[in-house]
């Protein structure tokens, strides 16, 4: 069975760097084809796809935030951190870890929500 | 950007048949996912790869994809399936390929 779990901090001050963590169980980040991705969800709206690192260390990020963030993985502890510089209040939103399954994502995180303020 | 665009909103009476769109260019040859939301929840993969569903996902669930509309249809629609659905493809035509997720539409049961 796949879980996976985000933690980080639920509130962070405008221009302040964001650092997520992703600790997850049922599968391995060393197996060919493997790969972890994050996605937010504003209040009231819709899921937008971040980033995604897979079992090589190949790393793909949304061309929009890409000068922004990083992702990264600890195979030992079964983790993928994704870290996301100078946050602005529209950063506010619910971050989702979730599962890759070839092309779509079939397990997910609870989800974190992140506020962004002063 | 590749843009999937879905309706804002869906109405349907308990037992009828609900069919929630995913609209842009060529998705036909695409392979698109569907994920249901309920309210406060994560979202969930009911649909893959256009009509595949998951283990544990209801028959009631089924997808098809051609030209430039994919389609996800509820039968026999009950109270539980009222949530937000959300298309979603990986647009490998894009330099560098990036995954996309479709507008959302919410499903409510009258």
């Known amino acids: 069975q796949i879980t996976l779990k985000e933690s980080g901090p639920t509130l962070v001050k405008p221009t302040q760097a964001l650092t997520l963590t992703c600790t997850f169980s049922g599968f391995s980040l060393t197996t060919s084809g493997v790969g972890v991705a994050w996605i937010r969800q504003p209040p009231g709206e819709a899921l937008e796809w971040l980033a995604l690192i897979f079992w090589d260390d190949d790393k793909r990020y949304s061309p929009s935030l890409k000068n922004r963030l990083t992702i990264s993985k600890d195979i030992f502890k079964n983790q993928v951190v994704l870290t996301m510089t100078n946050m602005d209040p529209v950063d506010t939103a619910t971050y989702y870890c979730?599962?890759?399954?070839?092309?779509?994502?079939?397990?997910w995180g609870q989800g974190t929500l992140v506020t962004v303020s002063s | 950007s590749y843009v999937l665009t879905q309706p804002p909103s869906v109405s349907v009476a308990p037992g009828k048949t609900a069919r929630v769109t995913c609209a842009a260019n060529?998705?036909?040859?695409?392979?698109v996912h569907w994920y249901q939301q309920r309210p406060g929840q994560a979202p969930i993969l009911i649909i893959s790869?256009?009509?595949a569903r998951p283990s544990g996902i209801p028959g009631r669930f089924s997808g098809s994809n051609s030209g430039n509309t994919a389609t996800l249809i509820i039968s026999g629609v009950e109270a539980g399936d009222e949530a937000d659905y959300y298309c979603?493809?990986?647009?490998?035509?894009?330099?560098?390929?990036?995954?996309?997720f479709g507008t959302g539409t919410k499903v409510t049961v009258l």
């Open positions: 790869y256009n009509s």
């Open positions: 060529d998705i036909g040859g695409k392979s």
């Open positions: 979730a599962h890759r399954y070839h092309s779509g994502f079939d397990s």
């Open positions: 979603q493809v990986w647009d490998s035509t894009s330099d560098p390929p990036l995954y996309v």
